[in-house]
């Protein structure tokens, strides 16, 4: 397939699409609903911020990008991109759990999930999958572990595990860790304003080593001196770009855009905590309402 054909190529998910329009006009439903008690906290920006973060989804998983990250391996770390460092920021600064709790109809409420919430064990996972070494060490496991040739070409060998199983596990993970960064309402209300600030502290180390185990996994692709996933070996070449050229594209846009996305919070968490009077531009007022 030409790379004419490949930008006119649209091949939707219809089950990953239903998914998303679902969960789309719950949480609509459930935020035009708490609008109206809390309008000061559900501003306009977080409903924007989660129907972005689900249409990046959508961008990740279909149309060119989906066909173009089949034949280059750059526009495989651009999709990548979409599900790990755009959607599941985006979906968290739209503080996802209250509306989308109260978009649900209310027989399934009454009579299916409060009785599940009222035993506090959604809680308990929660805080258990969102401590900061749980969801680094899972993020790290599926980030690393899908960066192994072997892993890499058995999820290309197969659209189900490519689908469901390396995109859902990027997807999920990056939710758990990007989740105490940005630490939505209501679970940003410790009253033990110390407590919260050493927490807030760890997570300066806690970016910088994700930004480290990013740079080895994109170091190894621009400089192995040699095709790690033979499936792109294998394909007709697209505008000209070796495998190898082609592989060291993608560890450089992974290296810089995935730094990018660590570094940045990592220093305005820093001015944050240091600032005298905790004083914010609009950029870190943003954050730390999330």
Same mark, same amino acid.
């Given at each position: 397939?030409?790379?004419?054909?490949?930008?006119?190529?649209?091949?939707?998910?219809?089950?990953?699409?239903?998914?998303?329009?679902?969960?789309?006009?719950?949480?609509?439903?459930?935020?035009?609903?708490?609008?109206?008690?809390?309008?000061?906290?559900?501003?306009?920006?977080?409903?924007?911020?989660?129907?972005?973060?689900?249409?990046?989804?959508?961008?990740?998983? =279909?149309? +060119? %990008?989906?066909? &173009?990250?089949?034949?280059?391996?750059? $526009?495989?770390?651009?999709?990548?991109?979409? @599900? #790990?460092?755009? =959607?599941? +920021? %985006?979906?968290? &600064?739209?503080?996802?759990?209250?509306? $989308?709790?109260?978009?649900?109809?209310?027989? @399934? #409420?009454?009579?299916?999930?409060?009785?599940?919430?009222?035993?506090?064990?959604?809680?308990?996972?929660?805080?258990?999958?969102?401590?900061?070494?749980?969801?680094?060490?899972?993020?790290?496991?599926?980030?690393?572990?899908?960066?192994?040739?072997?892993?890499?070409?058995?999820?290309?060998?197969?659209?189900?595990?490519?689908?469901?199983?390396?995109?859902?596990?990027?997807?999920?993970?990056?939710?758990?860790?990007?989740?105490?960064?940005?630490?939505?309402?209501?679970?940003?209300?410790?009253?033990?304003?110390?407590?919260?600030?050493?927490?807030?502290?760890?997570?300066?180390?806690?970016?910088?080593?994700?930004?480290?185990?990013?740079?080895?996994?994109?170091?190894?692709?621009?400089?192995?001196?040699?095709?790690?996933?033979?499936?792109?070996?294998?394909?007709?070449?697209?505008?000209?770009?070796?495998?190898?050229?082609?592989?060291?594209?993608?560890?450089?846009?992974?290296?810089?855009?995935?730094?990018?996305?660590?570094?940045?919070?990592?220093?305005?968490?820093?001015?944050?905590?240091?600032?005298?009077?905790?004083?914010?531009?609009?950029?870190?007022?943003?954050?730390?309402?999330?």
């Amino acid at each position: 397939m030409t790379a004419d054909a490949l930008f006119t190529t649209w091949d939707i998910p219809w089950l990953v699409t239903a998914a998303l329009v679902v969960t789309a006009a719950i949480y609509v439903r459930g935020w035009v609903q708490i609008r109206k008690t809390r309008p000061e906290i559900f501003q306009n920006w977080r409903l924007a911020c989660f129907l972005g973060g689900l249409l990046a989804i959508f961008v990740a998983v =279909a149309g +060119p %990008l989906d066909a &173009f990250a089949d034949r280059l391996l750059v $526009m495989h770390m651009v999709q990548h991109f979409f @599900l #790990m460092m755009i =959607a599941p +920021p %985006l979906i968290i &600064f739209g503080a996802p759990v209250v509306p $989308m709790l109260r978009g649900l109809p209310r027989w @399934l #409420m009454r009579r299916g999930l409060r009785p599940l919430f009222s035993s506090g064990i959604p809680h308990r996972i929660g805080a258990f999958l969102t401590r900061l070494r749980v969801a680094w060490l899972a993020w790290t496991i599926a980030f690393v572990g899908w960066h192994i040739p072997k892993m890499y070409e058995l999820a290309l060998s197969s659209e189900t595990i490519h689908e469901y199983g390396e995109h859902a596990s990027f997807f999920l993970t990056c939710l758990m860790f990007w989740w105490p960064v940005i630490a939505p309402w209501p679970f940003r209300q410790a009253s033990d304003t110390r407590h919260r600030d050493s927490r807030r502290w760890m997570l300066i180390p806690y970016l910088m080593l994700a930004d480290i185990v990013n740079t080895g996994v994109s170091a190894m692709l621009c400089f192995s001196g040699g095709v790690l996933y033979p499936s792109y070996a294998e394909q007709t070449r697209l505008f000209g770009l070796s495998a190898l050229n082609d592989q060291i594209a993608a560890g450089a846009f992974m290296w810089v855009m995935g730094s990018m996305m660590y570094l940045i919070p990592g220093v305005l968490i820093t001015m944050q905590l240091l600032s005298p009077k905790r004083r914010k531009p609009a950029v870190q007022r943003m954050v730390a309402a999330g």
